[in-house]
């Protein structure tokens, strides 16, 4: 008996995610991204019963290290451990000896003696999360480094646009926003476009990353010229802590040009659905009547589906230290 949610009774379904970190969706394939999906579409029906604890993890640890702050990335990743049975640490920068000084990496060895089988990490840095897992013994998941990858984000996106879809490929997704300091656009373009959806990028020159064009997607400055014919519309946050200088003229003209309203959804398909990965700045990215439109937005359900997500990626990468499998070091 696995205690893990099955179609079939007694046989679990195969994982193919062979990595024992997770540390962005570059590079991932088709049958990973699928086996992952999968994986966590059990887990969905599984939060929505009374008893939602399961003990496939125990005794296991699982540590969350943010070095910034996060309400949904965080909590669900507590909520994805203590449902599966692992013992769930968190670590806040604020009340460790990261503000004495000590350095990621100092911490990283301190907190690898204490041997946890999976470090949860979020940094402020581009590639310190790929760094710190080089260094641990455990499986290493990226909650968010920079703006370079989240990966979670996008398997739990893409898990809400599959289940509400029931497909990716061949969907026409636009990401709307400050592209330029998005963690979540980036892995969200490499999931997509891996698994066949065509991807639109709309932003305001000033926060278009420079020849975007090469990760496969469509580029556009101006909103209702994106959003024709859009499947799906994700919206994102002005990441003002990571802008350094004026990116934007004000809050109230971004509003007007990139702020997603009734009357720039018109544009998208009429039954188009709305995105954001929160938190949301109502009134500068996404107008509040449209992001709690219970037709249209599915940005509660992201939520749900992000604890889901997480249950399986701490499934997938704890199945691997099991077996002992010398596959993929990444
Ligand atoms: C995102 C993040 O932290 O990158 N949020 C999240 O994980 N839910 C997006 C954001 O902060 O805007």
């Known amino acids: 008996m696995t205690d893990r949610p099955t179609d079939s009774p007694g ?17 991932l394939s088709v049958p990973e991204i699928t086996s992952l999906l999968d994986l966590a579409d059990s887990y969905v029906e599984q939060n929505r019963q009374a ?9 296991r640890t699982v540590i969350n290290l943010f070095f910034e702050n996060s309400t949904r990335t965080r909590t669900s990743f507590e909520l994805a ?13 604020t009340t460790s000896s990261i503000k004495k000084g000590e350095t990621l990496i100092d911490t990283a060895m301190t907190l690898n003696a204490m041997h946890p089988d999976v470090l949860v990490v979020r940094h402020p ?3 310190a999360v790929n760094l710190l897992s080089q260094k641990v013994d455990g499986a290493v998941i990226n909650a968010g480094d920079g703006s370079h990858e989240h990966p979670t984000q996008a398997l739990l996106d893409a898990l809400t646009i599959r289940r509400r879809r029931g497909r990716l490929a061949g969907l026409l997704v636009a990401i709307c926003g400050d592209l330029l300091h998005s963690r979540v656009a980036r892995s969200n373009i490499h999931l997509l476009t891996t698994m066949g959806a065509r991807v639109r990028v ?6 278009m990353p420079g020849a975007i064009e090469r990760m496969g997607v469509e580029a556009f400055t101006d909103m209702r010229q994106g959003l024709q014919g859009c499947d799906i519309v994700m919206m994102l946050r002005l990441q003002t802590e990571r802008m350094q200088g004026s990116f934007v003229p004000s809050i109230r003209e971004y509003f007007r040009f990139y702020g997603l309203d009734y009357d720039k959804l018109g ?3 009429p039954d188009a ?9 109502r009134g500068a990215e996404i107008d509040s009547e449209v992001a709690d439109d219970i037709d249209r937005s599915v940005i509660r359900e992201q939520v749900e589906m992000g604890v889901a ?10 199945r691997q230290s099991t077996s002992n499998s010398p596959l993929g070091a990444s």
Request: net charge positive; glycine share 10%; proline share 9%.
């Open 81 to 93: 451990g203590k449902r599966l049975g692992a013992d769930v640490i968190n670590m806040s920068v």
């Open 125 to 127: 840095d581009s590639g």
């Open 11 to 27: 046989a679990p379904a195969p994982i193919l995610y062979a990595h024992r970190h997770l540390l962005g969706i570059e590079g």
């Open 267 to 269: 544009a998208a398909k």
């Open 51 to 59: 008893d939602k604890k399961r003990s496939l993890l125990r005794g």
């Open 309 to 318: 997500v997480r249950m399986a990626c701490l499934d997938a990468l704890t």
């Open 202 to 207: 709309i932003a305001p020159p000033t926060l």
């Open 273 to 281: 659905l709305i995105m954001h990965p929160g938190p949301m700045n």
